[in-house]
């Protein structure tokens, strides 16, 4: 997957995907941690007011492919790390901004590893996301359900059927910006996708200075 994955998603990205990262990143402040980097595919929309910038990606092959590209991709110090996102080798409260992009569908427990995103974040803190999520009409959400098992197991355990609004805020965090778009290009049952800004309660302070 780690091989072809640009390849596959460069029709997706140039129709919509690197517009909505563009423009999600661009709120990015502070210390900053990606979960599940991929390929590296986020690193140019990162702004230059970022302070620190962690990314981890628990895939060997995935990684390889960021740590290839790395210097072509940004001008930021980078460190790389491969953690899986329920269990994170950082301090609490240590984080002003979590990156997640189509992520969440793939990690064995959404609410684990938002419990732990919870833990990183400092107050005030925000998580960036942009995920697929289940659909709104029965007959997707019917072929959602005949192909995830079969889905899960090409795809790097991708599910289909998440809610992933739901579990963010079921985690405690707060939703602050919520858009909501159809992946053009992609799959009738990968084809709904939600982007926006969650934030964990506290004081917001200003991460950039
Ligand atoms: C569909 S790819 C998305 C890659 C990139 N974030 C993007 O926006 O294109 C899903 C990524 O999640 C990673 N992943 C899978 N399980 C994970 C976990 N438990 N914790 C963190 N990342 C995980 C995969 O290795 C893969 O790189």
Known sequence: MAKIYDRAMRTTEERCLRQWRSELLAQATGELLEIGAGTGINLPHYPAQIKTLTVSEPDPHMRNQLQKKLSALTAHQVRVADWGAEQVDLPDQSIDTIVST????????PQQTLRELNRL??????LLFLEHVIATDSRTVHWQRCCEPLWRCCCGNCHLTRDTVRSIEASGMIIEQLREADMLTAPAIVRRTMRGRARKPGPHADNNS
């Not at 189509?102 to 427990?109: A, G, I, R, Y």
């Not at 974040?121 to 925000?126: A, D, E, K, T, Y």
């Open 121 to 126: 974040l400092r107050p005030g803190g925000q």
């Open 102 to 109: 189509l992520v969440l569908c793939s990690v064995p427990s």
